[in-house]
């Protein structure tokens, strides 16, 4: 949590649109910068999933960070457009290195626990040190604003990117927990499979396979299958390792790696379950990306930039609230998940249309700004609960070596929505004000609420070995 913490105690979050708009940027030009983010994501994606399968996830982490580091010193000493677009494209990289990688290493981290039960209520509370960090950032940055300007928030940024990489180096190096029937994927060149034939995954025992500072990967045997939902998962004790794996994987990383690439996005395609939970995952945590126009919302219903972070950050609140309540909302049914999101989506649309109202009544701004802002920051928790959840459906659903890859393809899919939320934006905004944009966006909400019945997995599915493949 402290590392997820840290990495978002990031003062410009609160301004960078503003920022951009005040170096001369056009609000197209602005989500042509946002699109490149996103793009960049898109690309790296689900290779940098599949990667965080093949080699150390604690690793790329660190990466992930140093990457950002860099990106915000690219904004603070270049601020022009070219300087902004290096900066999103590190960004864009050191997310997709993140993306796909925590989710899977804190779930097999809980395996080899047996504790995968409480991963909805762990990820929740990472997401909501996230959110606090952001909130924390974000009413900093008025005082900071005012003290020293952009360039003051720009070298803050810079040092809490710079600490959230050492804390990186902390984080533990997890088990990668899969089923017996999922190893015989990972074959050698000949066809047959080296990691099968050395842990003896034929006969049907569950393996776990191990993260080794020398080869990257190690097996484990354990003739006690762990209670749970996965019973399928090896539990931490009665390890025999096997060197096989570690030489398959040492003398062969490139076809390790695309094996594992192969079998995520195989499993993320072909099987119902984790097709589904994908997709809902995708447009859940895609369609967030209008909250990057929030803060020209702000501006132009006529508030000061100063207070534009405050009003921001009340937005920021309700998607904390909505991730640290995840754990006890972990067991609703799709259709209560389908109700609450079309709740949220009302409220959002509701929410930007009362903020808008305040461009035709200076003398409300504030009162108008701030109930609109409030009604879009439940909106906002409602969702970023839904996305809680629906995450966790997801890891439940995971059978294969291949975790990472799959998350990432959850990612993938969420930067298309990402996209199609930027496209929309800047062509929008060429003849409708910010606020309407934005309700439009927001109205995207129901249409997502209609969907969730027939897309949410059940809480913690029986699954013997995986399954059927349609």
Avoid at 243 to 269: D, H, K, Q
Avoid at 299 to 308: F, N
Wanted: with cysteine; aromatic share 8%; proline share 4%.
């Amino acid at each position: 949590m402290l590392f997820k913490g840290i990495g978002d105690l990031i003062p410009l979050y609160a301004l960078y649109a503003v920022l951009f708009a005040d170096h001369g940027l056009s609000t197209g030009q602005i989500s042509s910068l946002l699109a490149m983010w996103s793009a960049t994501a898109f690309l790296l994606e689900v290779p940098s999933g599949a990667w965080a399968d093949t080699v150390s996830r604690r690793g790329l982490l660190v990466t992930s960070g140093v990457l950002l580091t860099a990106g915000f010193v690219c904004w603070t000493v270049l601020p022009t457009y070219l300087g902004f677009a290096i900066g999103f494209v590190l960004w864009g990289i050191s997310g997709a290195l993140v993306s796909g990688t925590f989710e899977a290493l804190l779930y097999d981290e809980l395996v080899a626990r047996n504790e995968q039960r409480a991963y909805p209520r762990i990820i929740g509370y990472a997401r909501a040190a996230s959110e606090a960090a952001i909130v924390i950032a974000i009413l900093a940055a008025t005082p900071l604003y005012i003290w020293g300007g952009y360039p003051l928030l720009g070298w803050c940024s810079v040092a809490f990117a710079a600490v959230h990489t050492l804390v990186g180096l902390s984080l533990p190096s997890a088990p990668k927990a899969v089923s017996a029937s999922a190893v015989e994927d990972l074959e050698d060149e000949d066809g047959s499979s080296e990691i099968s034939r050395a842990a003896g995954a034929s006969t049907g025992q569950p393996v776990a396979v191990r993260e080794s500072s020398a080869s990257g990967l190690a097996v484990q045997l354990d003739g006690d299958i762990a209670q749970g939902p996965h019973a399928h998962y090896a539990s931490e004790t009665g390890r025999v390792a096997t060197e096989a794996a570690g030489i398959a994987t040492e003398s062969r990383p490139f076809a390790t790696y695309l094996n594992m690439l192969r079998t995520g996005v195989s499993e993320a395609i072909r099987v119902r379950a984790v097709r589904n939970a994908v997709a809902l995952g995708a447009l859940l945590s895609g369609v967030t990306a209008f909250d990057e126009y929030f803060a020209l919302l702000a501006q132009e219903v006529g508030v000061a930039t100063a207070v534009v972070p405050v009003l921001v950050g009340i937005t920021v609140v309700g998607s904390l609230v909505g991730s640290v309540s995840a754990g006890r909302t972990e067991g609703m049914s799709a259709r209560a998940m389908a109700i609450a999101v079309g709740l949220g989506g009302a409220l959002f649309v509701g929410g930007a249309v009362v903020a808008g109202l305040a461009v035709r009544s200076p003398a409300a701004v504030y009162v108008l700004a701030g109930v609109g802002f409030t009604a879009i920051g439940v909106s906002y928790g409602i969702v970023y609960n839904a996305s809680v959840v629906a995450g966790a459906r997801l890891q439940d659903a995971i059978e294969g070596p291949a975790r990472a890859t799959v998350t990432s393809v959850s990612g993938l899919a969420s930067e298309v929505v990402a996209l199609v939320v930027f496209g929309f934006a800047a062509i929008a905004t060429m003849w409708l004000s910010m606020s309407t944009t934005v309700a439009l966006l927001g109205a995207s909400l129901l249409a997502i609420a209609l969907l969730i019945p027939s897309s949410l997995p059940r809480r913690t599915p029986e699954r013997c070995g995986s399954e059927a493949l349609e």
